[in-house]
């Protein structure tokens, strides 16, 4: 009796030089596409943004993305098989005065280079320019359901509709919204227990948002009249004052508004050409916790 045929292979995915040749992208390329999405022109002075850490002519195998590029970020990056974490806050604003292995920047100055040399992992940060950009602009009025005016509070020189501080309004299905209805609204999106400045019971119609520290917006939201301000980090005197003032005050925590960033940043870096298949999100929800409270 004859033998089967054996498998054609047709089935499977072609190969040689006619096969279609998959795209190819550079560490270099890649920055190149995200500074094209956050440019340079809107970075701080003070930030250090782009490729920090890495070799530009290396191929991209796989892309981490992160807010924080930590020391166990970049491990973890690297046990993912990426040769690449993109992260929002930078390896570093000063140059470290020393580079030796530790578990952060705390114990050695330079632990993250160290690591990412040590792991073959490229650092690359968007931080100020993201910070500025439409796609960040969104990002908070879009979670918390409220209409942003396409205004910024602080906008860029390179145009009106780059800066920091988004103007929004309660929407209208949604009014009367007192302060604590929205501080719950918070609580449910971020999950995460907010500080609250204010009168529970207020009325609110206008919102500014805001993500990270807050710095000197507050003084852009009462020019604006603004009910209240949503953010991540506030100072004690700052609040004190801008309460005193009218403006109430949701304050999340630095991290708690800047963690969807992983999601602008990955959206980002699919645009460039990385298949969403070698893209992986580092989660650092982790680092912190309210402690339960107890009715005594």
């Not at 890495?54 to 991209?60: A, H």
């Not at 205004?151 to 009367?176: E, T």
């Not at 206008?206 to 009910?227: F, N, P, Q």
């Amino acid at each position: 009796m004859a033998s089967a045929k054996p498998e054609t292979g047709l089935s499977k995915r072609a190969s040689g030089p006619l096969s279609k040749k998959e795209r190819t992208l550079s560490v270099g390329a890649l920055e190149a596409a995200l500074f094209r999405a956050f440019p340079k022109e809107d970075v701080e002075d003070w930030d250090r943004a782009g490729l920090t850490v890495g070799d530009p002519s290396r191929q991209v195998t796989c892309v981490a993305v992160a807010l924080d590029p930590t020391v166990a970020a970049i491990h973890e990056a690297a046990s993912r098989g990426a040769n690449v974490l993109v992260t929002h806050h930078p390896a570093f604003l000063d140059p470290p005065s020393e580079f030796k292995p530790g578990p952060s920047s705390a114990v050695s100055p330079g632990a993250v280079v160290w690591a990412a040399i040590e792991s073959g992992v490229a650092v690359m940060s968007f931080h100020t320019g993201l910070d500025a950009s439409p796609l960040a602009a969104r990002m908070l009025p879009n979670m918390l359901s409220l209409d942003w005016s396409g205004r910024v509070l602080v906008p860029c020189p390179s145009g009106p509709d780059r800066g920091y501080g988004q103007l929004c309004s309660v929407r209208k299905g949604d009014a009367p919204m007192t302060l604590e209805k929205l501080a719950a609204r918070c609580t449910s999106v971020f999950a995460q227990v907010p500080r609250v400045w204010g009168d529970f019971d207020r009325e609110i119609k206008s919102v500014a948002t805001y993500t990270g520290s807050c710095g000197s917006i507050v003084a852009a939201c009462l020019r604006e009249h603004a009910d209240c301000l949503i953010c991540g980090e506030v100072k004690y005197h700052a609040a004190l004052d801008a309460s005193a003032a009218g403006l109430a005050i949701i304050d999340m925590g630095h991290d708690t508004t800047e963690l969807p960033f992983t999601g602008v940043l990955a959206d980002a870096v699919a645009a460039a050409g990385v298949s969403v298949d070698c893209i992986e999100v580092i989660d650092q929800s982790g680092n912190w916790s309210h402690p339960e409270s107890t009715r005594l």
